[in-house]
């Protein structure tokens, strides 16, 4: 070692600052994977990620826990909301996805039903899994799913066209700011080798 | 250069050190920091050409509307592999390079902490080199979904995406060990009397940036690995199939990327702080506040990440928070500014390459500082999202700001560690064409980002064709003009008039009072700093 520590030198231990900073480095590499449980609670206070079924101020994760469906208190007929409906399907999938409903105009607190053409394009049997995505985020804690066809996987035979309903209601108490809520679903490809897609329930 | 140095060593230096291999087992198994740092250095410039040549493609290719020479695919693998490569094979290496060199003859130690980590965190650097550029000739071509390797697209591409993923991971393993080595270097090992508040302001800006690296270079290794098991593991970190999201990897991104920003401008800003003073022929104006202002950037730096994701969907709230933290770090920035400027105040300059390079820098730095105050402005920065602006802007701050910076260092110290003086005419004549070039290819993507056009495409509407053009025509002559430097580096590497132990009057930092090029053994008793 060309390193020579001159006695003159007040002797400082490498050895020990060398250990702080892998601790350092070892807490920020934690860190970042304690980001992910940290996003998920963000997420789920504040309804930041346009996750639907999140329940603000619970700490239930998506997906487990079922959907509190209360009857609508009140209609508010003061105002006006237009829901945006998008299908797609990703990658790997041979469908074809269409919402038969491209926008609905209505009041918060009404009980509303819309309408996705689904066809499989393949010679094969498929199972897919369709994900909601709403936006603005912070209007999908509003957005309540009475019955979804997101809410179980769908199976489609060979060529097999199917209308699928979702059935919602935009609660009133939505932010007066929101005029626009776009609902937008993604239809996955549930494989057998994919256990965590399978247990999949989505609202 | 190689074999120069060590004859010149060899001849007043034979204590016990001196059986080094020659040739390339010196390279190979040094451990000194002279040596590492010259590696590290050559191996950024030749990252530098090689990701400046991708650039020549894109610049080629957007000369005039339509496709001209190559397909999306392979224009989309140019503009990632562009930034991947610039960002983590030539601006970081190159200051890590700088800081191999200067740091411990500016602090009057021997050498750095742990020499053999310091070589291996170079020799990982060509390892990792060779895998990113070896993807170009894989199945499905190079990563080409952005360098920021955002998800779902980063989720569907080919091997090239596991490859790129290995060698950023490795990159990641050669900065922080490079980190560690700085820290201990400069904490522990300064000359007598030399107390942290008497440390040249480049040493200052260094501990800072080493401070950074070890702090958020672990998160990107968090979120590459999560892409990682994403991609073949089955987890769904980001895949909403299970339940993941896309966007949380942008904010673990973030975390990181944005004091990635910083530790590629601090050491710039420490290598400008030491030149200005030189040719000013004054000390440093607001020592001090410099200090301060680099560590309050540090700091802040770490909870602005989220303006670059305005238009993820925010509430109000979270935009107005990133909106004012970014919006504040322009009053350390501008504390730097300033006090570059009171340097100058009453000086008696002389405008030396090095000189030239680092008024360019202070100049142009500021422009890319207020184009980043625009950005910062919510209402503008969802306009401006993703157009040629944000790409105007960051390359005033990466190219006129860190590797200008690099180039005014290079002309600074060459002489130093050459022994010989660099071509002056020649290197005025580089800077002149660089500056010119740089400002004809990235001043009018300023107007093409206000007029809508956006970044990463290879073909444009037609309204926008003039400016490309201009942009083209610099670009290529930018490119160009950095031909002259590698001439001119080499040139002076391999000979010319001798520099003398103190080639600048006004400088006087520790590395002056060494013969010129230093002997391959330092400081070995400490000098006392009064």
């Known amino acids: 070692m060309s390193v020579s520590v001159n006695t003159s030198m007040p002797v400082r231990s490498h050895r020990q600052l060398l250990i702080k900073l892998l601790a350092v480095i070892a807490l920020a590499f934690a860190f970042g994977f304690a980001l992910v449980p940290l996003y998920d609670v963000f997420c789920q206070v504040t309804g930041l990620n346009g996750k639907t079924g999140a329940k603000p101020g619970t700490l239930g994760l998506a997906g487990i826990s079922k959907p509190v469906t209360a009857p609508p208190s009140s209609i508010d007929r003061s105002r006006t909301v237009t829901v945006e409906f998008m299908g797609t399907v990703m990658p790997g999938l041979p469908w074809e996805m269409t919402p038969l409903t491209s926008s609905l105009d209505l009041h918060p607190g009404e009980l509303q039903q819309a309408m996705f053409r689904v066809r499989n394009l393949s010679d094969k049997t498929i199972v897919g899994q369709a994900i909601p995505s709403v936006s603005p985020g912070l209007a999908a804690q509003h957005f ?14 060979p060529g097999e066209t199917k209308d699928m309903p979702l059935t919602f209601i935009v609660k009133p108490e939505l932010d007066k700011d929101i005029r626009t809520i776009t609902l937008a679903y993604a239809f996955f490809i549930v494989t057998d080798t994919n256990p965590a897609a399978k247990n999949l329930a989505s609202r | 250069m190689n074999t120069t140095t060590v004859n010149d060593t060899a001849g007043h230096h034979d204590h016990d050190h001196d059986h080094a291999p020659a040739g390339l087992m010196r390279w190979l198994t040094s451990t000194n920091h002279k040596d590492i740092g010259t590696l590290y250095l050559w191996f950024s410039l030749f990252m530098f050409f090689f990701a400046g040549a991708l650039a020549m493609l894109i610049r080629a290719e957007l000369f005039q509307p339509g496709l001209q020479y190559v397909q999306p695919a392979v224009f989309n693998q140019l503009t990632t592999m562009h930034g991947l490569i610039m960002i983590f094979g030539a601006i970081m290496p190159s200051l890590v390079g700088f800081a191999n060199w200067q740091v411990p003859l500016m602090i009057g130690a021997p050498d750095m902490a742990f020499p053999r980590l310091n070589n291996w965190s170079f020799w990982l650097l060509p390892a990792a080199g060779t895998l990113l550029i070896a993807t170009f000739f894989v199945p499905g071509g190079a990563i080409s979904g952005g360098w920021t390797m955002y998800p779902p697209l980063y989720m569907q591409g080919g091997i090239a995406y596991d490859i790129s993923i290995l060698a950023v991971h490795i990159l990641g393993v050669s900065s922080i060990m490079g980190a560690i080595n700085i820290i201990v270097t400069i904490l522990n090992m300064r000359a007598p009397g030399m107390t942290l508040m008497k440390m040249p302001l480049f040493v200052w800006t ?21 892409l990682l098991t994403d991609r073949n593991f089955g987890t769904h970190f980001f895949d909403a199939a299970g339940g993941g999201d896309p966007v949380m990897f942008q904010h673990v991104f973030w975390f990181f990327g944005h004091p990635e920003v910083y530790i590629m401008i601090l050491p710039a800003f420490g290598i400008v702080s030491t030149i200005l003073p030189t040719f000013a022929r004054k000390p440093l104006f607001g020592y001090v506040s410099m200090v301060y202002a680099v560590a309050s950037i540090a700091f802040l730096s770490f909870i602005v990440w989220a303006h670059h994701m305005f238009t993820t969907g925010m ?79 960051f390359h005033y701050v990466l190219f006129s700001g860190s590797a200008m910076a690099i180039m005014a260092g290079v002309y600074y110290w060459l002489p130093k560690w050459t022994g010989h003086m660099y071509d002056e005419k020649l290197g005025k004549l580089h800077f002149w064409l660089t500056a010119i070039a740089f400002n004809i290819t990235f001043f009018p993507m300023h107007f093409l980002g206000l007029a809508g056009m956006p970044r990463r495409i290879p073909d444009y509407a037609l309204q926008f064709a003039d400016f490309n053009a201009i942009a083209s025509v610099g670009g290529l002559l930018l490119g160009a003009s950095q031909l002259l430097f590698l001439y001119i580096v080499v040139k002076c590497a391999r000979g010319g008039a001798p520099a003398g132990d103190q080639p600048w009057e006004g400088a006087d930092t520790l590395e002056w009072t060494l013969s010129s090029p230093p002997p391959y053994h330092s400081f070995v008793t400490p000098p006392l700093v009064k």
């Open chain 1, 144 to 157: 309540e799913k009475l019955d979804c066809f997101c809410f179980a996987q769908q199976t489609l035979a």
């Open chain 2, 206 to 226: 260094w501990l800072i940036t080493a401070f950074l690296l070890v702090a958020v270079m672990p998160v990107l290794a968090c979120a590459i690995t999560m």
């Open chain 2, 315 to 393: 509430p109000l709230g979270g935009q107005l928070f990133f909106m004012y933290t970014t919006m504040l770090i322009a009053i350390p920035t501008g504390i730097k500014v300033f006090n570059w400027v009171a340097t100058l105040w009453r000086g008696s300059i002389s405008f030396e390459t090095p000189m030239l390079f680092s008024l360019a820098f202070v100049i142009l730095f500021t422009i890319g500082g207020f184009s980043g105050l625009v950005l910062a402005l919510v209402p503008v920065d969802i306009q401006l999202q993703d157009t040629y602006y944000v790409v105007a802007h």
